[in-house]
């Protein structure tokens, strides 16, 4: 099983509003990411835990903030956005157990910011 | 700096033949070469993968090949089928242990379409 699970699945927020996207994988997978996509680019990698530290932060705006409450666990809070940060994200993990890591990617939340 | 490219943005094969997907880098540091499908909307699809210690994994319809010297890697798709249609990404990332380790960086992407 490769399943990594996204809520909501669609979202549509104002720039004053304050909202989270959530992610969840049980398959023992000991590092999560955030993946920001926009249409007909690839994903950008915006945050790595690895055993639910924060381990990579590619210089994301802080009104974006991740949080990491357990093993299996993920989320994005999100606050005071821009309507160009409507985007597809996508939460992905991995094992972290060998030397080549295979990150297995969820659905994505669909935003739009008005 | 585009690390990982994918000089062909789409690609049209007919239904029982062979699809090649190609991919260079630049980064001598990478070690790790995977391939995902992407349907629009949806999230990206684990295909297969290879290390930098082989040339060659097999996955059913789906061949990685690895070509180190040249840094260059490509896909092979056979039988091509039309619910092989969709985006597929190349991707690479450097081994355990390093800074980077981790990050995986994207190609931009090619657009397969598989006519029946």
Redo the contacts between chains.
Sequence with gaps: D?E?T?TPKHLVMGMTNKKSLKCEQHMGHR?M?WYKQKA????E?MF?Y?YEKL??NESVPSRFSPECPNSSLLNLHLHALQPEDSA?Y?C?S?SLT???????????T?LTVL | DQQVKQNSPSLSVQEGRISILNCDYTNSMF??F?W?KKYP??????LI?I?SIKDKNEDGRFTVFLNKSAKHLSLHIVPSQPGDSAVY?CAA?A??GGTS????T????TILTVHP
């Design positions: 490769t990594v996204q590092a990411y007909k680019k690839p994903p990698l790595v690895s381990s990579i597809l996508l992905a991995s060998g030397g080549f890591d295979t990150q297995y990617f969820g659905p994505g669909r | 070690d790790y995977l995902y909307a949806e999230g990206p699809t684990f993968s290390s990404f990332s081994g355990a380790y981790g990050k995986l994207f190609g931009q992407g």
